[in-house]
Nanobody, 124 residues
């Protein structure tokens, strides 16, 4: 089993920044693609960003491209999401997830392990 625990969420004003962390325990996440998703109230869970096992390639949703950066530290079994220039529409619960196979992708069904989520609220 893989346990994923997100942290770093909170309340921030529009234009501000937050850094989310996702710490993994149990089975390693090394070599597996990792992703960040978000879900606003009454909406489906949307893809935000993904990164390959090596960290050499990344993928972003158009809505966050240029503002968010995904990274990972395999030695610490941790994945990060640096969020800059935050907007009220970024408000959501943010989840990290480990892909069931290598590579990376944007579809939730490709990910077999999920964290409990961390709330990000951006005020206008």
């Amino acid at each position: 089993q893989v346990q994923l625990v997100e942290s770093g969420g909170g309340l921030v004003q529009a234009g501000g920044s937050l850094r989310l962390s996702c710490a993994a325990s149990g089975r390693t996440v090394y070599g597996y693609g990792m992703g960040w998703f978000r879900q606003a109230p009454g909406k489906e869970r949307d893809f935000v960003a993904a990164i390959t096992g090596s960290g050499g390639s990344t993928l972003y949703a158009d809505s966050v491209k240029g503002r968010f950066t995904i990274s990972r530290d395999n030695a610490k079994n941790t994945v990060y999401l640096q969020m800059n220039s935050l907007k009220p529409e970024d408000t959501a619960v943010y989840y990290c997830a480990r892909r069931t196979t290598y590579g990376m992708g944007s579809a939730p069904h490709e990910y077999g392990y999920w964290g409990q989520g961390t709330q990000v609220t951006v005020s206008s």
